[in-house]
């Protein structure tokens, strides 16, 4: 079975400060790999997602992850933030030949101060 | 755009009541999930269904049961609540492929057991 680590639980930035957020993953087989973001009062968005070819994935509203495999990791980032990007982001795997059942992290509160 | 709608955004429910949770998708999706997210444990899956009336187990299904007997509706019951089950609760769908769809998901429930 799948696991998902998201070490940081909540982070603060200043507003146009970087941001990186960790994911590590655990399992044996090819892996699917996802962002999802939760703003305030909202439901459940994908931010991007990862299934093959280029390990550097681009999303939404200026989100990009990087998948290395050799470290079981599909970290978030960044490079400016805004206030709006407060929300929580959860990382999620599930297997690509396998049911659909996605696996999450815990997430990350972040939260981003003009 | 796929729509998960879940049919209550508040719940508010006795201890000992057979506690009912309905979702609907218009997107004629295969897969079918039930959430609960509580803070600092993330998502967890209870239920899920890739098919009219199949359903697997997910990581925590005790004390609930589910039901989909047509595609777009996967129903999720809690026999007898508890308090223990005041939490959010968020539906989600999918295609079936090669699992790199990601999920769409609805607004939540947030049942609420006194």
């Known amino acids: 079975a799948q696991s998902v680590s998201q070490h940081n639980h909540h982070v603060i930035l200043s507003e146009a400060a970087s941001l990186e957020l960790g994911c590590n993953y655990s399992y044996g087989g090819t892996v699917n790999l996802f962002w999802y973001v939760q703003y305030p009062g909202q439901h459940l968005q994908l931010l991007l997602k990862?299934?093959?070819?280029?390990?550097l994935v681009k999303g939404i509203k200026g989100f990009e992850a990087e998948f290395i495999k050799s470290k079981f990791s599909f970290n978030l980032r960044k490079p400016s933030v805004q206030w709006s990007d407060t929300a929580e982001y959860f990382c999620a795997v599930n297997a690509r030949f396998g049911n659909e059942k996605l696996t999450f992290g815990t997430g990350t509160r972040l939260t981003i101060i003009p | 755009d796929v729509k998960v709608t879940q049919s209550s955004r508040y719940l508010v429910k006795r201890t000992g009541e057979k506690v009912f949770l309905e979702c609907v998708q218009d997107m004629d999706h295969e897969n079918m999930f039930w959430y609960r997210q509580d803070p600092g444990l993330g998502l967890r899956l209870i239920y899920f269904s890739y098919d009219v009336k199949m359903k697997e187990k997910g990581d925590i299904p005790e004390g609930y049961s589910v039901s989909r007997e047509k595609k777009e509706r996967f129903s999720l019951i809690l026999e007898s609540a508890s308090t223990n089950q005041t939490s959010m609760y968020l539906c989600a769908s999918s295609l079936t492929g090669t699992g790199n769809y990601g999920y769409t998901f609805g607004s939540g429930t947030r049942l609420t057991v006194v």
């Open positions: 990862y299934f093959s070819g280029d390990p």
